[in-house]
């Protein structure tokens, strides 16, 4: 019997998966200058740059200001290289890649970028670089934007399941073909076996507006060393960190402007090296008073017009307080009418609901 056990835990160990957890991207960090970088870009490695740097070239440096007056930025976390970019004209040009061939097949991997704006770009998302990741001529993810500022880094990040492929070839391509702006930086890209990673998932992530208030509440699959950062957006686009917690299950009131109709949400899940594990979906909160609702009169009846947030009912009641009628069912959720039949009278009450709001608006109506 000793010796059968013997054989089967030899067995186990001979056919046990070793999980990689080295970075497969070579010079990754930009620390070895040029070396394995496949690019349409001219490099400053081979013909010498002008200064400042061309659109269409790119240039591997410490500081970017060296190259170009305009530039700031460093590398990651401040120091190191960085593979410092003038975006070309031209989209679809090949920014980044490199072909990475000991994949193992059946095996989810988890691939990383840090990508940084080098020029002023006055708050418009058109002078920002419009990044399209890709493996295998696939698209992953949607097209990742650089951020509002300089001097700060954003994360893109992916997982990616290679089933029986055993090379990847991984494409950094930049869509925005606009000469101002459209400067930007990257570097730490690594593509490494997931299971280096403890799995961590995002379980629930929703918001609901009261009396000014947003409320963000999340619920997430419990794992060691994590750190939870909630982050707010006003256009969807930029995004800023409002709240760090540790707790897989946490809630947040955000104060809201009056002023700011929509308001957008998302929650990041990090490792203790501070690297995405997790991202969330997309939740919007909307803060909508009575004076935002729109009120139209024609000779059918009565129109709310509700820009910022879908009515889902309108209940209307008499001077006496007696229930009339109800409308629960519109064309379009962002407005409902009141037709005459429904009226019981030239002036009288509407309680209409939204999505998290309920408001009583008193309502004349003559022929």
């Not at 440096?61 to 305009?70: E, F, G, I, L, R």
């Not at 969807?236 to 308001?263: G, H, M």
């Not at 017009?305 to 959720?333: A, C, M, Q, R, Y």
């Amino acid at each position: 019997m000793k010796s059968v056990f013997i054989f089967l835990l030899m067995a186990s160990v001979a056919t046990a998966q070793v999980c990689n957890v080295s970075n497969l991207v070579s010079n990754g960090d930009f620390e070895s200058g040029y070396s394995n970088i496949g690019s349409d870009y001219s490099s400053c490695g081979v013909v010498p740059c002008s200064d400042p740097l061309w659109e269409g070239q790119y240039i591997v440096t410490a500081n970017a200001v060296t190259v170009h007056s305009a530039f700031q930025g460093t590398g990651h976390n401040g120091t190191g290289n960085l593979m410092a970019v003038n975006g070309a004209g031209t989209p679809n040009t090949i920014v980044w890649t490199q072909t990475i061939t000991n994949i193992k097949p059946n095996t989810k991997y988890r691939f990383d970028a840090f990508v940084s704006t080098l020029s002023y770009t006055g708050g418009d998302v058109n002078n920002t670089a419009f990044l399209q990741f890709s493996i295998n001529g696939t698209p992953i993810g949607p097209i990742f934007n650089s951020p509002y500022d300089m001097l700060q880094w954003d994360e893109f990040f992916t997982l990616w399941d290679f089933g029986t492929n055993s090379s990847a070839v991984i494409t950094i391509i930049n869509q925005n073909s606009s000469s101002g702006g459209n400067d930007f930086g990257l570097d730490d890209i690594s593509f490494i076996e997931d299971c280096a990673y403890t799995p961590l998932s995002i379980i629930t992530f929703n918001t609901s507006s009261v009396q000014g208030i947003n409320r963000v509440q999340w619920n997430c699959v419990k794992g060691q060393g994590r750190s939870y950062v909630l982050e707010r957006s006003l256009d969807s686009y930029r995004y800023s960190p409002i709240f760090t917690s540790l707790k897989e299950v946490d809630r947040y009131d955000d104060d809201a402007d009056p002023e700011q109709k929509l308001v957008y949400y998302r929650l990041k899940v990090l490792s203790d090296k501070g690297t995405i594990v997790s991202l969330s979906n997309v939740v919007q909160a909307t803060n909508v008073s009575l004076e935002d609702i729109q009120i139209m009169y024609d000779e059918d009846g009565i129109l709310f017009l509700s820009p910022f947030v879908n009515i889902k009912s309108v209940e209307v009641f008499g001077l006496d307080g007696v229930l009339w009628g109800s409308i629960t069912s519109f064309e379009d959720e962002e407005q409902s009418k009141i037709p005459k039949s429904l009226m019981p009278g030239p002036v009288f009450y509407c309680r209409i609901k939204t999505e998290n709001e309920t408001f009583v608006k008193k309502v004349g109506w003559s022929e």
